[in-house]
C-alpha cells in the first residue's frame, strides 16, 4: 500500500489543522493506519493510531483529547484532527499502516511522506 500525508501548514497556538492520509491500493483496509511525528532533532514519536474497522483508536498522552484519529475505508483516507494545538506539537506528520495495533515505529511497514505542522504565532 501506499500512503500520501498532506494538510499540514502553519497556525496560531490554540488553533486546529486537519491532516489527510491516503491510501493507494485494496489492501488498504488491511491495515492499522497511525500518525507518527518527528520534531527537529527528536526522535520519531507516535501520535495515534486507528484499527482497520475504524471503530477502535488509541492515542499517546500528549496529544489525548486534543487529537481525533478517524477513516474513511470508501475514500480510502485517515484523518487527524488537531485541535488546541501547542507550539510542542511542530513536527513533521508521517502516517504508516502495519498489520498490528501498536505504538512502536518499527512495527509499521509502509510509510507516507510527511507532511509540515508548525505551531507559532
Known amino acids: 500500500v501506499q500512503l500520501q500525508a498532506s494538510g499540514g501548514g502553519l497556525v496560531q497556538p490554540g488553533g486546529s489543522l486537519s491532516l489527510s492520509c491516503v491510501g493507494s491500493g485494496r489492501t488498504f483496509m488491511s491495515y492499522n493506519i497511525a500518525w507518527f511525528r518527528q520534531a527537529p532533532g527528536k526522535e520519531r514519536e507516535f501520535v495515534a493510531g486507528?484499527?482497520?474497522?475504524?471503530?477502535?483508536?488509541w492515542d499517546s498522552n500528549s496529544v489525548k483529547g486534543r487529537f481525533t484519529i478517524s477513516r474513511d475505508n470508501a475514500k480510502r483516507t485517515v484523518y487527524l484532527q488537531m485541535d488546541r494545538l501547542k507550539t510542542e506539537d511542530t513536527a513533521v506528520y508521517y502516517c504508516a499502516a502495519g498489520p498490528v495495533r501498536e505504538t512502536a515505529s518499527a512495527l509499521y511497514d509502509y510509510w507516507g511522506q510527511g507532511t509540515l505542522v508548525t505551531v507559532s504565532s
Open positions: 486507528i484499527n482497520l474497522r475504524g471503530d477502535s483508536t
